[in-house]
């Protein structure tokens, strides 16, 4: 069974920045890709970035040049550096596991709070 933990969301001024991270425990499986999505206040979830095995990223229109994702040497560790943060980019942020574990999986992580103040 796989696990993610998010952290490192809060309250930070517009302009400022955070990073979350988000960690996969558990044992037998492989990672296809690491998402990190987003879900404002009354809309829907949305896709902010990913990362897939090979190491190429994508990223939402909206964030693009303000957001990195990257991952860590293990590669069951992922990243989202947020700068220059704006209003409309809060929301809580949830990060994805896809992967393998002999049959396909897919987890989420419980979600981490990020609150930009103008």
């Known amino acids: 069974q796989v696990q993610l933990v998010e952290s490192g969301g809060g309250l930070v001024q517009a302009g400022g920045s955070l990073r979350l991270s988000c960690a996969a425990s558990g044992s037998g499986f492989t990672v296809n890709a690491m998402t990190w999505y987003r879900q404002p206040p009354g809309k829907q979830r949305e896709l902010v970035a990913n990362?897939?095995?090979?190491?190429?990223?994508n990223y939402a229109d909206s964030v693009k040049g303000r957001f990195t994702i990257s991952r860590g040497s293990a590669g069951n560790t992922v990243y989202l550096q947020m700068n220059n943060l704006k209003p409309e980019d809060t929301a809580v942020y949830y990060c994805?596991?896809?992967?393998?574990?002999?049959?396909?999986?897919?987890?989420w992580g419980q979600g981490t709070q990020v609150t930009v103040s103008s």
């Open positions: 990362i897939i095995s090979g190491g190429s990223t």
């Open positions: 994805n596991l896809e992967g393998r574990a002999g049959v396909r999986i897919s987890a």
